[in-house]
């Protein structure tokens, strides 16, 4: 390839899953710029500016919350619950209310949501539980098959709730607290500019010891900076949903207008 050509190609980032870490490369067209390797529950940063600068923000590591730590047990022991027999009294984009007051509050946070069950007439759609009260689920949107935006489901049908550890959404903000075990919400989290919480693309090589998440944020407004972010279960502020890992980047990302932000996450599953 021309090397003035070459110079023109905005460089972007490349993520290879490895049985003990990520692979990361800086990639400008199809020549390999950088490569970096990632070890086990890192979180890797880079900003690719407008003009085709690129900052590395290293590595920082992982800090699993409490919260977390509860939904990955229930999640590998629960076995859930069906409701055979009960039916939704009412749905919304965002919820499902149930018959009579039969759930613990909040005991299904993270949890998900599944319905119709009974009577399938069109294809069933799942909700990432925010939250719950004693009757009703405050979910972040009902999703279908294919992980896209599905429809509301009719107010009365059947639907079952099970236990899930899918902590696949980035949040970020520009707070500098510390990240902590105790963490539930990430203070002032971002909600705009291209910032807000996004589903992270997964990545896992068979037998492999970890796993990887990636989203690339398309900056829309700034100067922005960004501190700490974190893995949730709901796709947005709303339901919220649990923090299941929160980590504070080894160096601070100053972004703006046109500016890429790329989030890699390396999440070891075993020792």
Not at 12 to 32: K, S
Not at 100 to 128: L, S
Not at 196 to 205: D, G, I, L
Request: proline share 4%.
């Amino acid at each position: 390839m021309n090397l003035l050509r070459l110079s023109r190609l905005r460089p972007h980032i490349e993520t290879q899953p490895l049985p003990d870490g990520a692979l990361v490369r800086r990639m400008r067209g199809h020549r390999i710029e950088e490569t970096l390797r990632l070890g086990p529950n890192a979180w890797h940063v880079v900003v690719i500016h407008a003009d085709g600068s690129v900052d590395d923000l290293g590595v920082s590591y992982n800090l699993l919350t409490n919260g977390g730590r509860d939904l990955l047990a229930a999640g590998l022991g629960a076995t859930g619950f069906g409701v055979s027999g009960t039916i939704a009294t009412g749905t919304s984009a965002t919820s499902l209310t149930a018959t009579g007051t039969p759930f613990v509050a909040d005991a299904y946070k993270g949890w998900r949501i599944y319905c119709p069950i009974t009577g399938i007439t069109t294809a069933p759609v799942y909700g990432n539980i925010g939250s719950n009260s004693t009757t009703v689920f405050t979910i972040d949107q009902w999703w279908n098959a294919a992980d896209g935006t599905a429809g509301t489901p009719a107010a009365t049908n059947g639907y079952m709730v099970t236990a899930a550890f899918v902590p696949r959404f980035m949040g970020l903000t520009a707070d500098t607290g510390a990240a902590s075990a105790a963490s539930t919400v990430l203070t002032s989290e971002i909600t705009n500019n291209g910032l807000e919480r996004a589903k992270a693309t997964y990545a896992h090589t068979p037998a492999a010891a970890t796993y990887t998440l990636t989203n690339t944020f398309s900056v829309s407004g700034g100067p922005q900076t960004i501190h700490r972010g974190g893995l949730f279960t709901a796709a947005n502020t709303t339901a919220a949903g649990v923090l299941v890992f929160e980590t504070v980047a080894s160096v601070d990302a100053i972004v703006t207008t046109s500016d890429s932000l790329v989030a890699t996450w390396t999440v070891t599953l075993s020792g």
